[in-house]
């Protein structure tokens, strides 16, 4: 079965540093890209980025080029979504999200997602 | 922002039907590239309802379905359930962009 379980709720301070994790679970890591989705409070859903992890190949958004970090490790079957300096901003929950490519591309499984709080 | 554009709120009595629209242009669902729902309730991670404008996934209720004309796209729900209640999201690939792009999300409530 596929499974994306991500790292839990963080609280931090502004300019504080954070990554989070979302491990998978049923699939070929190394096979299909992953990507990153925010959604600030009462916001919808926005993409971020997507990884490919077998080469670390990424590609960004551009309203997230620069402000985010995404790497992965094939050892243990995990990406991660990672800021230096945090902002109240980056307030919302992060959802990783496995992206399927056949005709067309979607993401099929989703994990449960890491909420983010950012204050001071 | 969104450049693909859902109604904010939409409702039903148990039973109805209920069609989400999602609108968008030439470089996105114009494009051809397909156009996928995902459904977010309270407290569970996002599911994928529809991919690929009318395909839908092994498990899904057969209440959900989806179309594409031209640049927009629909989600219908059928024989409406209280479980239904929560936000959905159309996506696709936009080319201008380069990138996948989410819809603004619609709120279905069950009267």
């Known amino acids: 079965e596929v499974q994306l379980v991500q790292s839990g709720a963080e609280v931090k301070k502004p300019g504080e540093s954070l990554k989070i994790s979302c491990k998978i679970y049923g699939y070929s890591f190394d096979s299909y890209w992953l990507g990153w989705v925010r959604q600030m409070p009462g916001k919808g859903l926005e993409w971020m980025g997507i990884?490919?992890?077998?080469?670390?190949?990424?590609r960004y958004s551009p309203s997230f080029q620069g402000q985010v970090t995404m790497s992965a490790d094939t050892s243990i079957n995990t990406a991660y979504l990672q800021w230096r300096s945090l902002k109240a901003s980056d307030t919302a929950i992060y959802y990783c999200a496995r992206l399927v490519s056949e005709s067309t591309v979607y993401f099929d499984h989703w994990g449960q997602g890491t909420p983010v709080t950012v204050s001071s | 922002q969104s450049v693909l554009t859902q109604p904010p709120s939409v409702s039903g009595a148990p039973g109805q039907r209920v069609t989400l629209s999602c609108t968008g242009s030439s470089s996105n669902i114009g494009a051809g590239h397909g156009v996928h729902w995902y459904q977010l309730l309270p407290g569970t991670a996002p599911k994928l309802l529809i991919y690929g404008d009318n395909n839908r996934p092994s498990g899904v209720p057969n209440r959900f379905s989806g179309s594409k004309s031209g640049t927009s796209a629909s989600l219908a729900i059928t024989g409406l359930q209280g479980e239904d209640e929560g936000d959905y999201y159309c996506q696709a690939y936009d080319s201008s962009l380069s990138g996948y792009v989410f819809g603004t999300g619609t709120k279905v409530t069950v009267l």
């Open positions: 990884i490919y992890p077998d080469d670390s190949e990424t």
